[in-house]
């Protein structure tokens, strides 16, 4: 141990004690402020996500005001330094901490109401800083603030020169309690134990900074004396803060970006929220470390290499979601990384400990609004993720100098490779002999595949002007818009982009069918489709064709005289094709926008020309609209509501369904549609009407090729009854067969475990029963 005692002046000797115990006091505590500040956050937006529809966007809001927050903590932290006393200071901070323990247990209040589906940012953001902002606030100020004691108490102390590695600590602890959120807590305990536990938690804190209050007041030799304020260094330049905001702003964009890109064809849940912000986290605990895991330059080389393959991938939203998953979090892990190693080399002396971690929480609400709240106004299709790709290749090393031959020729390449492929998928997709004749030269190619070969040498170009951050970045952007364009897939009659998504009209051209067909698309699936030929036009088509377990719900149901229909899901308006002059119907839909495009006879007509008579439609979320309807009313309720291809488990849930039932009448039916690309879910729903003492049947109906491409899809469905009674007409139909049995653990409204279903639905299905 040194022999310098920093601002006492006393021997060294008798501090020993106090110097061994000070660093673990800060350090323990710094790690638990840590963990409960983050574990914190999916915890809370779980509470709030079914009362927004199981949006992904749910989460990245949330996102936006625990950054928000967490700005509002160190912008707090920052503040307090300003007060010389640090007996003071702590005196402040613990009469905060124990002010907002008013908070607990934590939980959503209902003051503002239930949301409005047609503004719901300002709600969930409202609602948020009202029922959690404060504890939350307050408690993500400890870790500048205890750094900045840190330093102060250290003065003098080789330890005292660098406090920015107790930041690598509150990392540390950040990622930990993230994963062990949906690994250990939410599999393990239910919401209400998991607010209780939060809630100890909080309270084993205040203890916590009480002792360390009184061990840094009481311990030390010399008690009259006050760590001095340390040297004060010039300010930082207001050029270095905004490069600063920047690079803390471009990993936050990514993070959100990579987040809704994987959850929107899976689901808003805590498994897939939790990858992305504790890998975010780790980079932290790497960039801060004196000694890093991964060096600078080996970070560079990576980052470039796998920057440019992400930037080709990320348009091409088929791809196996296992690999699709290990590109994107990869690249944004190391990217992350790059912009927070970079932050490290340029942070500060210790004096601007507090401004340097103002700048980057500024950087970190700047990125996650960006994201959450700017993009979905600007865009009308999902570019921000990308864009951000793309342009986080400035933050690399410039190089210095013009740009040799070779890497002119480079860019020249990389040029004339992205304009080759987006040129031929123009010409294959305008031309249909053309594709005809490459089809009959190469059978099984796919015009995706074929333009991803051609656009794998502009991502090789990239990464060999990885060094010079300008072309680098021209180069990504070329590639991006290329695969942009490539990747469509069909041509878009109409986008348009809400809170919930990104809803397109596409047309497809099926002869079967008598020519054009719109399709209704949200992400990579399609939410209804309808023939434009009058021949065609008013009969249900994909999932709602006669054929499917939903057609033949209706057409059972309907067989027994007038019918009283609900819906939850609009997408194309399909069902209206079903509602007779006898029958009543009503549409159950979180999101405007798509009741405007299925009303909108310009895309669907289903609603408009199809039905007998009027359609209802009632908008909010299923769970708090259905809550409203009487009781044993329905004579089937279909719950078919999906964003892209992720399933709202709260609607799937045993609380859920015997809301369902109890709309029903006696012998009503109650389907639930659970076709889905990734997930296995029909277990949990079968798991759930058995624990509700319910009969229930399953469905699986597979498309055969005989009809056209656009009239019908494999769909599966699970009906459930409050009676036998209620089943009566399916028992007898060849198709529906009595539900697999299955040991998995029904979903409630405290347990979903959506990590299982993925797992199951990458392994090899059991055989049907017969």
Known sequence: MSD???????????????????????????????????????????????????????????????????????????????????????????????????????????????????????????????????????????????????????????????????????????????????????????????????????????????????????????????????????????????????????????????????????????????????????????????????????????????????????????????????????????????CHQTLAARRPPPDRLTEFYLLLSVGGVVGGAFTALLAPVIFNVVWEYPLVLVLVGLARPWGRGRLRGEEVGTLVAAAAVTGLAAGLSWWLTTDLEAWGALWRMAPGVNLTSLCMMLLGPAAICAFLLRDRAPAFTAVLLMTALASQYVSRGYDYSYSERSFFGVMRVAKIVDPRLGGDVHVLMHGTTLHGAQARDPRFDCTPSLYYNPQTPIGQAADIVEARGPANIGVVGQGSGGMAAYKRAQDTMTFFEIDPMVDRMSRDPRWFTYISDCAAGDIRTVLGDARLTLNREPAGSYDLLIIDAFSSDAVPTHLLTMEAIEGYLRLLKPDGVLLLHLSNRNLEITLPAVAAARALGKPSLHNLYLEDGTQPDMAVASTEALIISPTEAGLAGFRSHPDWAVSPETSVRPWTDDYVNLFGSLWRAFRPPPERPN
């Not at 870790?143 to 406090?163: E, T």
């Not at 590695?165 to 602890?173: D, I, K, P, Q, R």
């Not at 330049?237 to 987040?259: C, D, F, H, Y």
Request: glycine share 6%; proline share 8%.
């Open 4 to 338: 310098t005692t920093g601002d006492s002046g006393v021997s060294a000797a008798p501090v020993r004690p106090v110097d061994r115990l000070t660093p673990l006091l800060f350090a323990v505590a710094i790690f638990t402020s840590a963990s409960l500040v983050f574990v914190v956050q999916p915890m809370v937006t779980k509470l709030v996500l079914p009362m927004l529809g199981g949006s992904p966007a749910v989460w990245n809001t949330a996102m936006v005001f625990f950054q928000a927050a967490l700005l509002a903590g160190y912008l707090y932290a920052h503040l307090l330094q300003r007060i010389a006393s640090i007996k003071l200071q702590v005196a402040v901070h613990l009469g905060l901490l124990l002010l907002a323990a008013l908070f607990l247990p934590l939980h959503i209040n209902g003051w503002l109401g239930d949301p409005d589906p047609a503004a719901p940012i300002a709600w969930l953001l409202a609602t948020l800083t009202l029922s959690v902002g404060a504890p939350f606030a307050v408690l993500s100020a400890t870790a500048p603030l205890l750094q900045a004691w840190f330093a102060r108490v250290r003065a003098g102390y080789p330890d005292g020169k660098n406090p920015y590695v107790l930041y690598a600590a509150s990392n540390l602890g950040s990622f930990l309690a993230l994963l062990s959120y949906p690994f250990l807590i939410e599999p393990l305990t239910n919401l209400a134990g998991q607010r209780l536990g939060w809630s100890g938690g909080y309270a084993a804190f205040l203890l916590m900074v009480a002792a360390l209050a009184f061990t840094v007041w009481r311990r030390r030799l010399d008690r009259t004396v006050e760590p001095a304020p340390l040297a004060a260094t010039p300010p930082i330049p207001w050029r270095e803060k905004g490069v600063l905001i920047l690079l803390a702003a471009a990993p936050s964009s990514l993070m959100l970006g990579v987040t809704a890109h994987l959850s929107t064809d899976v689901a808003s849940a805590p498994f897939l929220w939790v990858m992305p912000l504790a890998l975010y986290l780790l980079t932290f605990v790497i960039a801060f470390q004196t000694k890093p895991w991964i060096p600078l330059p080996v970070t560079l080389v990576l980052q470039g290499a796998l920057g440019a393959l992400c930037v080709v991938v990320v348009a091409f939203r088929t791809l196996d979601f296992r690999i699709a998953f290990a590109v994107h979090i990869l690249t944004f892990f190391l990217t992350a990384l790059m």
